[in-house]
Nanobody, 123 residues
Framework: QVQLVESGGGLVQPGGSLRLSCAVS????????IGWFRQAPGKEREGVSC???????????????GRFTISRDNAKNTVYLQMNDLKPEDTAVYWCASRRYYC?????????WGQGTQVTVSS
């Protein structure tokens, strides 16, 4: 019954913004860290950002630091990824994923994954 559902992807011009949402069901978000990952064509999956449940610590890949912001609303069981100043190299499928309490930079350590949402940055 655990489910993560991403939404908010789409087509945006360089310099534009999108906000991705990860709606969680089947478990209480209070007890889990949520990470965002992405994979572009021909490239390996990479960690983008994560928010830890224990203390709310956040983490960002160097490539998105200063442009992306992760946040969570435990009452809504939803995690958001605000993406600003988007660049063509941000084009990828984005997933949210969950693991117990603490963030990890390794996707293999996340137990549950959403279906992914496509983000395309192009003029």
């Amino acid at each position: 019954q655990v489910q993560l559902v991403e939404s908010g992807g789409g087509l945006v011009q360089p310099g534009g913004s999108l906000r991705l949402s990860c709606a969680v069901s089947g478990f209480t978000l209070d007890y889990y860290a949520i990470g965002w990952f992405r994979q572009a064509p021909g490239k390996e999956r990479e960690g983008v950002s994560c928010v830890s449940t224990n203390d709310g610590s956040t983490y960002y890949a160097d490539s998105v630091k200063g442009r992306f912001t992760i946040s969570r609303d435990n009452a809504k069981n939803t995690v958001y990824l605000q993406m600003n100043d988007l660049k063509p190299e941000d084009t990828a499928v984005y997933w949210c994923a969950s693991r117990r309490y603490y963030c990890s930079g390794y996707g293999s350590r996340y137990e549950y994954w959403g279906q992914g949402t496509q983000v395309t940055v192009s003029s």
